[in-house]
C-alpha cells in the first residue's frame, strides 16, 4: 500500500461524519440486495385488513399501513427503488454533462457556444418544476410507447429520465469549468507536441483528471435524486401505486399523521438518513480527494 493510500485512509478514518456516511450508504446497499432477493411481491403487496394500522409490536416492528399491509416491508423494499433511481439519475446526467462539457470547454468555439446556450436554457427552469413537467406530460406516454414495442419499463422510468435530463447542465458547467483549467496544464502541452488528437487528449489525459471531481460531486447527487424522487412520489408522480416508494409511502401517512404518526415517521426518518448519508460520504471523499483539503 503506497504512502499516498494510507494518508487518504488516515484522512478519511479522521472524518467521523464520513465514517457514519459511509455505513450509512453500505447499510442502505446491503438492504436493497435483501430486499431485491428476498421480498417478493406477495410480502408488499397483499391486504390484510384486519390488521390495518397496527402500532409497532413483535408481529410488526413498524407497525402496519391503513390497508394492513407491513411498513417494515414496504419500507425496506422501497430503499431498492430509492437507491437506483439514485444511481441512475447521477449515471444519466453525468454522462450527459461530462460528453457536453469536454466538448465545451475543449473545443470551444461554436461548440461553447451552443452548448452553453443550451445549458442556460434547461438552467432557466428550476429543477423540480422542469422534472414534474417532464413526467407530467410524457411519463405515462413513455411507458406505453416502451410497452408497445416490448421494451421493459418500470414505473419509475419516467421519473430517473427526467431527474437525468434535469440534472446535466450541473454536470456540463462543473466539467466545462474543470477542463478549460486542466487544458492549460503542461502535461497537455505535452500530449499535442507529441502528436496527440484533439480526442485522444480529451478522452485519455483530460478525462482521468475530472474523475475525482465527479466522483465527490456525484455522490452528493446521488442524495439530491434521491430527495427529488421521494417529493415526486409524495406528489403521485413517481411509482405507481401499489409499488412502495418512501414518497408515497409518506404521502399516504400523511392522512394518519395525528392518530397513527408511525406512517409517515418511519419513510421520513429513511429519506433524512439516507440523505445525509450521501452528503456525509461525500464530504469525506472531498477531503481525501482534493490536494487542497489534503494539505498537499
Known amino acids: ?111 461553447d457556444r451552443i452548448i452553453s446556450r443550451v445549458t442556460d436554457v434547461v438552467l432557466a427552469f428550476p429543477f423540480m418544476l422542469l422534472a414534474i413537467a417532464v413526467v407530467a406530460t410524457v411519463g405515462q406516454w413513455m411507458l406505453q410507447k416502451l410497452a408497445s414495442m416490448g421494451i421493459p419499463t418500470f414505473s419509475s422510468l419516467p421519473v430517473i429520465i427526467a431527474l437525468g435530463f434535469a440534472s446535466f447542465p450541473a454536470y456540463t458547467r462543473l466539467v466545462r469549468g474543470c477542463v478549460l483549467s486542466i487544458k492549460e496544464e503542461q502535461f497537455v502541452d505535452a500530449a499535442r507536441a507529441l502528436g496527440s488528437g484533439r480526442w485522444r487528449i480529451m478522452i485519455s489525459h483530460i478525462l482521468p483528471n475530472l474523475t475525482g471531481t465527479l466522483m465527490v460531486y456525484g455522490t452528493l447527487r446521488v442524495s439530491t435524486a434521491i430527495l427529488a424522487e421521494s417529493s415526486l412520489s409524495f406528489l403521485g408522480l413517481g411509482a405507481l401505486p401499489p409499488e412502495p416508494t418512501w414518497g408515497n409511502m409518506l404521502s399516504d401517512g400523511r392522512e394518519y399523521l395525528l392518530f397513527y404518526p408511525w406512517l409517515p415517521l418511519f419513510p421520513g426518518l429513511a429519506i433524512l438518513i439516507t440523505v445525509m448519508g450521501f452528503n456525509f460520504l461525500g464530504d469525506g471523499l472531498r477531503d481525501i480527494l482534493d490536494p487542497y483539503h489534503r494539505g498537499d
Open 1 to 111: 500500500m503506497s504512502d499516498d493510500t494510507r494518508k487518504s485512509i488516515r484522512l478519511f478514518l479522521r472524518n467521523h461524519m464520513a465514517v457514519a456516511g459511509l455505513i450509512i450508504v453500505v447499510a442502505l446497499l446491503i438492504t436493497a440486495l435483501a430486499a431485491q432477493f428476498s421480498i417478493n411481491e406477495d410480502d408488499w403487496k397483499s391486504q390484510n385488513l384486519p390488521e390495518a394500522l397496527q402500532p409497532p409490536s413483535m408481529n410488526h416492528v413498524l407497525g402496519t399501513d391503513h390497508l394492513g399491509r407491513s411498513v417494515a416491508v414496504r419500507l425496506l423494499y422501497a430503499s431498492k427503488t430509492s437507491l437506483m433511481v439514485g444511481v441512475m439519475v447521477v449515471a444519466i446526467g453525468m454522462t450527459m454533462g461530462t460528453v457536453l462539457g469536454l466538448l465545451a470547454g475543449y473545443l470551444g468555439g461554436w461548440y
